[in-house]
């Protein structure tokens, strides 16, 4: 049952998102952990399409914020305002409140608006003149941005970057595909007939079904050993946190599931690594000058760490 559940959700993704089983899946992930995807890429490329075929692929409650520098906190989390009936200010809630949120663009605007966004992510509440709103649950934000280099954008602060649970990016498809791509799109985009295929309840029962997968004391230790090797290597400025090692942990555990297994095995963990770390790991300036990158000293850490 929970394995046709999951099909039934890639499958309905693949029908706007052509030719990129993988990316869908590990998007997926954060759906079944309730973490959230950061998903970073060139314009044009599908990342909002991909947020976009998720939540109407599921009966929930979605809201989408398009990020713009003029942006301010309670735009995202919404604030009191005076009601003249009752001469008592109520508490208007903002677009956060729903099930899944697309921040589109995070990185358009300012760092004191991105903020607003971390209770909300690491908590799941809204904090406003003393009193707390909890968020609905299941709760997800599905972030996209443009690369750094881009004019007009702001980097993430680390606090943030690091309540993600991984990075993504989509990619530029074969040729072939690609074809196929703007041919459904001649008279409509496939988006606009796309039905839910499960509904909350589902998803609830299939994050539940994450929490169930079996993972051995050997692994727990491979996961900690990876993620702690970060913080010891010289061109790392500031490494991955026990957050982190907790974030490796549930990701492998979904990814299990999507294989149709109920238990974890180290190739679960090594394949996951990059996409988990790669955005929490903050260079020392010399090694940015020597060019090498997150990725590499994963790759590293990988080789030189013994597999269970």
């Not at 950061?38 to 989408?64: H, N």
């Not at 791509?181 to 509904?199: F, R, T, Y």
């Not at 260079?283 to 590293?300: M, N, R």
């Amino acid at each position: 049952m929970v394995g046709e559940d999951l099909k039934k959700l890639i499958d309905n993704i693949e029908k706007v998102i052509v030719g990129k089983t993988e990316t869908v899946k590990l998007l997926i992930i954060g759906l079944l952990t309730n973490g959230h995807i950061l998903i970073e890429d060139v314009p044009g490329v599908g990342k909002t399409m991909l947020a976009l075929a998720l939540a109407k692929s599921m009966s929930a409650d979605f809201k989408r914020i398009q990020f713009t520098p003029d942006l301010l906190p309670t735009d995202v989390t919404g604030g009191f305002i005076f009601n003249p009936n009752t001469r008592e200010f109520d508490f208007k809630k903002g677009p956060v409140f729903t099930n899944i949120l697309l921040a589109d663009e995070i990185n358009r605007t300012t760092p004191r608006t991105q903020s607003a966004l971390l209770e909300c992510m690491q908590e799941y509440k809204v904090s406003a003149d003393g009193k707390t709103f909890l968020l609905p649950l299941p709760f997800m934000v599905v972030a996209t941005q443009n690369p750094i280099e881009y004019q007009g954008t702001y980097p993430l602060p680390e606090a943030q970057i690091d309540r993600f649970l991984m990075k993504i990016d989509v990619g530029y498809l074969p040729i072939e595909e690609e074809v196929k791509v703007i041919s459904g799109q001649k008279i409509q985009h496939p988006i606009e007939n796309l039905k839910p295929a499960l509904d909350l309840e589902e998803i609830i029962r299939l994050q539940e079904a994450v929490k169930r997968i079996e993972i051995s004391p050997n692994v727990l230790d491979y996961i900690v050993k990876l993620v702690s090797a970060t913080r010891r290597k010289e061109e790392v400025k500031i490494g991955a946190s026990p957050r982190g090692s907790i974030a490796l942990m549930k990701a492998s555990c979904a990814w299990a599931l999507l294989e149709g297994r109920d238990y974890v095995i180290p190739d679960d963990v090594a394949k996951l690594l990059p996409r988990i770390l790669k955005h929490r790991i903050i260079l020392q300036p010399k090694a940015l000058i020597a060019g090498k990158t997150p990725e590499y000293l994963i790759s590293e850490i990988l080789r030189n760490t013994p597999i269970p």
